[in-house]
């Protein structure tokens, strides 16, 4: 008789390859960052890092030596510079001083001619008869300290309930008009500074009187 051939039974299927412990359990959780704390200057308001590229440098590094002397060695110390400038020659480094400085010049000089003019300036409140009982009051110059004329027409006719509007002159130049005899109550607002009145010398502002001419004059 044929001899009956015993195969071994199949070995059982191997699983697949088992999934790695989870990192996660193996290491501890990232520690949160602490927030970046950015210190501002107080003169040009930029970021510390930003300063070298506004127009008054010299002043914001002069606050910085006296109100954080930490933070001025830590970017203007000799090693700092060294460190920043790394292989910017001697005249290069002149160089962008030169520049730096006439570019502080510049701006103290439009800052100083902005100021001049600013208080070179006048506001005229100009009582303007229509008929012997209606006037309007119109107000000129606010523009030059400033004032947007658009809200300051909006605080005038809410404080006299009237009507209050900002148009061109005979010359071509904006100013507010307002319905009613109210110059005696504008001056004493720009004098107080109230509302959006404000920065306005109490000695540049004139009230002036503009009655209708008679038929006969």
Not at 89 to 111: F, G, I, M
Not at 192 to 213: C, M, Q, R, S, Y
Request: with cysteine; proline share 6%; hydrophobic share 35%.
């Amino acid at each position: 008789m044929p001899k009956k051939s015993h195969q071994a039974p199949p070995a059982a299927a191997t699983s697949a390859t088992s999934p790695p412990p989870a990192e996660a359990e193996s290491s501890t959780a990232a520690e949160p960052r602490p927030p970046l704390e950015v210190v501002y200057c107080s003169v040009c308001t930029f970021p510390l890092e930003y300063c070298e590229f506004g127009s008054s440098f010299t002043k914001c590094k002069e606050w910085l030596k006296d109100e954080h002397p930490d933070l001025y060695d830590k970017y203007y110390s000799e090693e700092a510079l060294a460190a920043r400038l790394g292989t910017i020659s001697l005249e290069a480094q002149k160089k962008l001083e030169q520049e730096a400085a006439k570019k502080e010049a510049k701006a103290e000089a439009k800052a100083d001619a902005a100021l001049k003019k600013k208080l070179s300036s006048q506001v005229t409140i100009k009582r303007i008869e229509r008929t012997k009982r209606k006037h309007v009051t119109t107000i000129h110059g606010l523009e030059a300290f400033g004032i947007d004329l658009k809200k300051a027409a909006k605080q005038f006719a809410s404080k006299f309930a009237t009507g209050a509007s900002v148009t061109k002159n005979a010359a071509g130049q904006d100013e507010i008009v307002v319905q009613g005899d109210v110059s005696d109550e504008v001056l004493e607002m720009i004098e107080e500074g109230a509302g959006v009145l404000k920065g306005i010398p109490a000695e540049n502002v004139e009230i002036v009187e503009d009655k209708k001419k008679k038929g006969g004059d």
